[in-house]
């Protein structure tokens, strides 16, 4: 069993900037787990945001993310951060943790993968 937690979330102006971060626990973790976030805001279908292979190497990121928002980890601490900068309105979503150690996809929204945290909410006021 894996156990993820988010924090960092919160309130702020857009342009402005969060980092959000993911720390994972468990007997079965190991630093062979890919970590992302995945966002849902109200209303919408959950988004792919950022994803980093367990090497930490190897980085994907959302196409409406991309240049402004980046993934980082620590496998020491078995942490996952996420970096947010120059944030819009349409960033405001619940942020959810993700880990996979199996290969699964990571398409569709994440339907396929199956360690999740609760997810910690981001609101971007104009």
């Known amino acids: 069993q894996v156990q993820l937690v988010e924090s960092g979330g919160g309130l702020v102006q857009a342009g402005g900037s969060l980092r959000l971060s993911c720390a994972a626990s468990g007997r079965a973790w190991s630093d062979y787990y890919d970590m992302g976030w995945f966002r849902q805001a109200l209303g919408k279908e959950r988004e792919f945001v950022a994803r980093?292979?367990?090497?930490?190497?190897?980085?994907y990121y959302g196409d409406s993310v991309k240049g402004r928002f980046t993934i980082s980890r620590d496998n020491a601490k078995r942490t996952v951060d996420l970096q947010m900068n120059s944030l819009k309105p349409e960033d405001t979503a619940r942020y959810f943790c993700?880990?996979?150690?199996?290969?699964?996809?990571?398409?569709?929204?994440?339907?396929?993968?199956?360690?999740w945290g609760q997810g910690t909410l981001v609101t971007v006021s104009s």
């Open positions: 993700a880990a996979d150690s199996k290969g699964l996809a990571w398409s569709d929204g994440g339907r396929w993968l199956e360690n």
């Open positions: 980093i292979k367990w090497s930490g190497d190897i980085k």
